[in-house]
């Protein structure tokens, strides 16, 4: 669980740097961050999947870590939003 959160961390810092230098004069980091969101949570949909198809997790096995994984870095890319957004 750790190591998908870290990952998680790692792709939003690809967004934040692709967001940089494809953003022109302007950079627009807070809209990277905020199209990390929806990204994320199709990985981690796809990792619950994952969980409960090939790990044999069952579905309520596997939602609080889905929440767990979503969350973390996505409470991240909302603040990383809301700062660079001012």
Known sequence: MAMVIGGGLVLLGLFLL???LWGGVDPDLA???KLFIPAWLIV???NMWVGVTKAGYSVRDELP???VVFLVPAVVAGLAAWRLAR
């Open 65 to 67: 870590i889905l929440l």
């Open 18 to 20: 692709f967001g940089k």
């Open 44 to 46: 981690s949909l796809v």
């Open 31 to 33: 809209m990277a961050a």
